[in-house]
């Protein structure tokens, strides 16, 4: 998911608003066409603020106004993530405030990160009950905590000079689990 939009100035409101809406909609045609669905693009924030200067002497004025536009464009094609930020900043864009990885299906992921800890915590559990002469009896409870770990660095050489090189990384799944077990005799 990247942030990006578009920032522009007027010298008045309706000015900096009208060519703001033009750029971005050149952005929003050129995402469309790069295959970015409609159900991808969200507006993340929208504002028109004036831009206040100030003479020297302490007196403040209106100078003219910002309006800005932001996107939430979550590309699913990795490999065309640099041609897309190339196109849309050749057609306006110029605002990018970061980019985000995310599993789009963490689901089957999260599923395996759970089944591994459990056996972890089993065979854990064995270990430490044989140890002291005794054996696992049966589960009396067990809780869970999970969640996602960041991008794991993931080194590669961008050798284009063409699009802006994006690098995805690694996203890695972790569970962890408490199970309680009887101790059997």
Request: hydrophobic share 45%; aromatic share 4%; proline share 4%.
């Amino acid at each position: 998911t990247i942030s990006l939009g578009v920032t522009t100035m007027g010298d008045t409101a309706a000015a900096a608003m009208a060519a703001n809406t033009t750029a971005l909609t050149a952005v929003m045609a050129r995402l469309k066409a790069a295959g970015i669905d409609d159900r991808d693009l969200q507006t993340s924030n929208l504002s028109l603020n004036p831009n206040w200067t100030s003479d020297g002497n302490g007196n403040s004025k209106i100078s003219g106004y910002m309006a800005s536009n932001q996107l939430s464009v979550r590309v699913r094609a990795l490999d065309s993530l640099g041609g897309v930020l190339d196109a849309v900043i050749s057609d306006g864009a110029n605002t990018l405030n970061g980019i985000s990885f995310d599993v789009s299906a963490p689901r089957p992921a999260q599923d395996a990160a759970r089944k591994a800890a459990v056996e972890d915590a089993r065979a854990r559990a064995t270990l430490l009950v044989e140890a002291a002469g005794g054996k696992l009896g049966k589960i009396v409870s067990i809780t869970e905590g999970s969640g996602f770990s960041g991008p794991m660095p993931m080194f590669r050489a961008e050798v284009s000079a063409a699009p802006v090189p994006i690098s995805a990384g690694q996203i890695g799944m972790t569970s962890s689990v408490t199970i309680s077990f009887e101790i059997a005799e």
